[in-house]
């Protein structure tokens, strides 16, 4: 192993920016270039087929059968085009990644004759085995047929990889018997439903919005390493995280790295995938070198959500291709180094109508403010209510890791509005108690007029806040950074949809009961401000103090996946999901399966990986250096040195007994432990013993293996160190 370091090493030393040609052209004129967007389609279709396919995406109906031969015969002749001879549905299982089976345009025509062919049937469905993806018992081993139906509001595109170029068509995928088996057909489900509600809300204010879009921001943190030194790391490679390190002397505590200059060869590899997706039609717009060293950022410009996951998911894929191709390896987990930062994937999430507005930006005019308000407010409200909802949205077994640890959004999910908002809600809540006479003007009179226009620099951030508002939309900022972001952003959606359709209904009520609209709407979000109040905090979230008042305000503090997820199969859950269609009670309990499963085999690989790097390698290498190290004391006694020139030696000999015996004492625990669990067989239970009588040997072996690595001659230490993976490029 101590080998193979320093021959990685060797080679990052020898490594140059590849040249990256630039060709002169302007980003808008090849943005979208190998998408089958608009353009594609009207240049390649009949305009009557053009027109049927955007009034049936349009309004979420069917796509007739003659308009999918029509589109499969355009995309085909639009990929051939391009170099494409393959095809494949595109989809996002649950297993974090995408999936894609590729099928040839070749064919035999009925005379055995070879033609290219592509129809409507094959564009709209295929069928993928369902048994091999997770699928939380819905499917049994032998029962392996799945669908995979095409979504045609997301756009096909063409991804080429080693010369050859594929047409890829993002489907949802579906059991045979119905139920969903990924991201995609929640969320969908989820924006229909969120559409509904909102629209009902935003006819009290005016009666000319038909669509109202939920919008997407997803901004990506994520930290790269030569590809040489990736590779001499077992941990890395089998977890996507280093389960031993000391830290580094250096590490980000002078802050000099972030928003500083972007290393040369960084800064080649952010221009290729960013022309990379480009191409792609994903928006990217930001870069910039984040806290921790060499972990960096790309931030795109906001999409509706839909497209926006898609390309999210896409983006990673490109990011990962193309690093490669520069000799580098994208570190996507949350926490792939101990002692700086992780990396998240900041959700920004707002409604917009089409007449223009922005739901979640506050007006100039008083009736603009008050339909800010209600947007802003019954969405604080909802996470209120389902805050334990929206934490085990984003629970994983990396992202444990990240939150909370002083670095990123703690495991409590609280809302951050800034003072400004935080005066505003509390002014709401005192004015609407005065009584309103015939002919008063009703907004003046609750003081929303007084209220001024709120730009976007007049609210503060709180980057300890795990839900904050930023001015004119919702951050989300405890995703994490490998996570799919439809889990996160189709919770959000149910939970802030069904109190949109409470809000109405209490609203209409106090309507039919006598009251002015204006004032009833008031009274309603008076009584959310009240009820909703614990869920705002404008402090430290990283405080210990904030642990102890989110307690006594009630709220839950749940830091670990296991725990978190219980709240996904609640009879309150399950009533909240199956009211508005998203998922059936079976459809939720396999994915609270499908999680407690991941974790429990992750945490599998990281103790049978931290096993066998403490054995096989840190042990053996701690105590041929021991030897040596006994051999020095035996020579200098035989020189007749005396105990002055050989205690700090025997020192250093006990210390790596001591931490030896600490590593094989806590390994063999460890692995009786995991011996233990694997015979439970309830997934909740076994995930449990996991966190709790598996995961915790990890600190403690860790803890003595890296102290062996400050005591061990550096030539001798077999893992490619912390100063060498983030600081060489």
């Known amino acids: 192993m101590a080998i193979l370091r320093f021959k990685a090493l060797e080679q990052v030393f020898q490594r140059q920016p590849l040249a990256v040609v630039n060709t002169g052209e302007r980003r808008s004129d090849s943005f979208g270039r190998n998408v089958f967007n608009l353009e594609a389609m009207r240049a390649n279709m009949p305009g009557e087929y053009f027109k049927k396919l955007q009034g049936a995406i349009k309004h979420g109906t069917p796509v007739e059968r003659n308009v999918a031969d029509a589109v499969a015969s355009a995309m085909k002749t639009w990929a051939m085009a391009k170099g494409a001879t393959h095809y494949t549905h595109w989809f996002q299982p649950l297993t974090g990644a995408t999936a894609e089976k590729h ?20 564009l709209v469905q295929q069928e993928p085995d369902a048994s091999s993806f997770p699928n939380g018992g819905i499917r049994n081993t032998f029962e392996a047929r799945g669908y995979t139906a095409w979504d045609p509001t997301s756009p096909a595109f063409i991804i080429e990889t080693g010369g050859a170029k594929t047409l890829c068509i993002p489907t949802i995928f579906v059991a045979y018997t119905g139920e969903a088996l990924d991201y995609k057909a929640p969320l969908l489900k ?4 969120l559409e509904k509600a909102a629209l009902d809300v935003c006819h009290y204010f005016d009666k000319d919005v038909a669509r109202v879009t939920t919008t997407l921001g997803i901004e990506q943190e994520y930290f790269l390493v030569d590809k040489a030194l990736y590779t001499a790391r077992p941990d890395l490679m089998m977890t996507g995280r280093t389960l031993f390190g000391h830290s580094s002397a250096k590490g980000q ?6 928003f500083g200059s972007i290393p040369a060869r960084v800064h080649a590899y952010m221009l290729e995938y960013e022309e990379e997706a480009n191409k792609l039609g994903i928006p990217l717009r930001t870069r910039h070198n984040e806290v921790a060293p060499h972990q960096f950022e790309c931030a795109p410009t906001f999409e509706e959500a839909n497209l926006a996951v898609d390309h999210n998911q896409l983006l990673m894929d490109v990011m990962a291709r193309v690093a490669d191709k520069h000799n580098f390896k994208v570190l996507l987990h949350e926490k792939p180094f101990a002692g700086v930062n ?5 959700n920004n999430w707002a409604l917009s109508t089409d007449t223009g507005v922005n739901l979640l930006a506050p007006g100039r005019r008083p009736k603009e403010t008050l339909q800010f308000l209600v947007f802003f407010i019954t969405t604080i409200k909802a996470v209120h209510r389902h805050a334990d909802l929206l934490r085990a949205s984003i629970a994983s077994a990396s992202n444990d890791h990240r939150l909370g640890a002083n670095e990123a959004p703690p495991a409590i999910m609280s809302v951050f509005v800034g003072s400004m908002l935080d005066s505003v809600m509390n002014e709401l809540e005192r004015t609407a108690k005065l009584p309103l006479d015939k002919g008063d003007n009703i907004y003046l009179k609750l003081g929303i007029d007084k209220i001024p226009a709120i730009l976007l620099d007049n609210t503060d951030r709180n980057r300890t806040s795990p839900f904050a508002f930023t001015g004119n939309k ?10 799919n972001s439809s889990s996160a952003v189709t919770t959000l959606n149910t939970i802030v949809a069904d109190q949109l359709v409470e809000f109405k209904q209490a609203v209409d009520k106090l309507i039919a009961d006598g009251r002015k609209k204006e004032v009833a709407i008031v009274e309603v979000l008076r009584e959310y401000v009240i009820s909703s109040k614990a869920i705002r905090f404008e402090g430290n979230g990283y405080s210990d103090e904030w642990k102890e008042e989110a307690a006594a305000r009630g709220l839950s503090n749940l830091p670990t996946t296991p725990q ?5 199969v609640t009879p309150e859950s399950a009533a909240l999901f199956a009211r508005h269609h998203i998922y059936s009670p079976v459809e939720l309990h396999a994915r609270h399966e499908i999680v407690l499963e991941d974790y429990v085999k992750k945490i599998q690989i990281e103790g049978r990986v931290m096993g066998d790097l403490a054995i096989n390698h840190i042990v ?3 105590l041929a250096y021991q030897t040596k190290l006994v051999n020095n004391v035996r020579g200098l006694r035989e020189l007749g040195l005396d105990d002055e020139y050989t205690n700090g030696t025997l020192d250093t000999i006990k210390s790596i007994s001591r931490h030896v015996s600490i590593i094989k004492t806590q390994v063999a625990e460890m692995i009786n432990a995991r011996k233990a669990a694997n015979k439970i067989t309830d997934t909740r239970e076994q995930a449990l013993a996991y966190c709790d009588t598996v995961k915790v040997h990890f600190d403690t072996i860790r803890r003595s293996a890296d102290k062996l690595e400050l005591m061990v001659d550096d030539e001798d230490w077999p893992l490619v160190k912390y100063r060498e993976l983030l600081f060489l490029h």
């Open 103 to 122: 099928d040839s345009f070749f064919d035999l025509n009925s005379d055995g004759r070879p033609i290219e062919n592509f129809k409507g049937s094959a």
């Open 190 to 193: 989820s924006l229909d439903v």
């Open 474 to 483: 919702f951050e989300f900022r405890a995703v994490g950074s490998s996570a």
């Open 620 to 622: 053996p290498t701690a």
């Open 253 to 258: 505590q002078l802050d000099d790295h972030y």
């Open 342 to 346: 992780g990396s998240g994937k900041h």
């Open 564 to 568: 978190a997820l219980d709240a996904i």
